[in-house]
């Protein structure tokens, strides 16, 4: 089965063709803005490239934050664009959490007894979610401050994953650190893989945007 799979909630791009478990062809761009005018000419470019349809894709996995307010609505929208023009094609909504903690399992002696996912907000607090070391999840998703989550991880071995992570450990934490995994952004691979196996387990969710915020917003000053 085909499963296509993007993300446009970090800071980038990324789109990925899957046969099954196998990679067909990658797009990733670094960009903090514009990702929604890019995203679509790309997943047509992939299309071609490999010579097939839309209506070939059986899969669809798409990234539903925590991220970027306008990143995210970006993806969900082509997603559920894609799902009205295609009634039978099958939607899979995979967060971010889920993607980076998958990547811990390619590497299981990273694995430790707590299991922190920390995802960059641009702002003083940071998005996180913390799992055990069976990768189940222990919290829900949530935004906190740097004092707020530290205590959580005292005491115990924990190896820390996402592309918040660099920033989570300039400060002094005197944490008892197993694995530092910091990363740019959703390996979209592992996000597809997500989706394939949500597919299996039949446990897709419907696409939802994943808001543990509200957006920023300021009243624009006249001139």
């Known amino acids: 089965m085909y499963n296509l799979a993007f993300d446009t909630t970090s800071s980038g791009c990324s789109v990925v063709l899957m046969k099954d478990k196998t990679k067909l062809a990658v797009f990733h761009q670094n960009m903090d803005f514009?990702?929604?005018?890019?995203?679509?000419?790309?997943i047509q470019n992939l299309l071609q490239q490999n010579g097939i349809t839309f209506a070939d894709i059986g899969l669809l996995t798409v990234c539903v934050g925590p991220g970027s307010f306008t990143g995210v609505r970006a993806s969900i929208a082509a997603a559920r664009a894609f799902g009205v023009a295609a009634p039978n094609l099958n939607l899979a909504g995979i967060t971010a959490f889920d993607a980076y903690i998958r990547s811990l399992s390619w590497?299981?002696?990273?694995?430790?007894?707590?299991?922190?996912?920390?995802?960059?907000?641009?702002?003083?607090?940071?998005?996180?979610?913390?799992?055990?070391?069976?990768?189940?999840?222990?919290?829900?998703?949530?935004?906190?401050?740097?004092?707020?989550?530290?205590?959580l991880l005292r005491g115990k071995k924990v190896s820390l994953i996402g592309d918040g992570v660099e920033r989570f450990l300039s400060r002094p934490h005197n944490l008892s650190l197993h694995a530092i995994k910091c990363l740019s952004g959703v390996d979209i691979v592992d996000l597809a893989l997500c989706g394939l196996e949500a597919y299996a387990d039949k446990r897709m969710d419907y696409p939802k945007p994943l808001y543990l915020r509200a957006p920023d917003v300021c009243v624009k000053k006249s001139a």
């Open 34 to 42: 514009g990702q929604a005018e890019v995203l679509l000419p790309e």
């Open 107 to 151: 590497c299981p002696e990273e694995i430790a007894t707590l299991n922190l996912v920390i995802i960059e907000t641009k702002r003083e607090d940071f998005y996180f979610q913390l799992f055990d070391k069976k990768l189940h999840k222990l919290t829900e998703p949530a935004a906190a401050a740097y004092e707020d989550i530290i205590p």
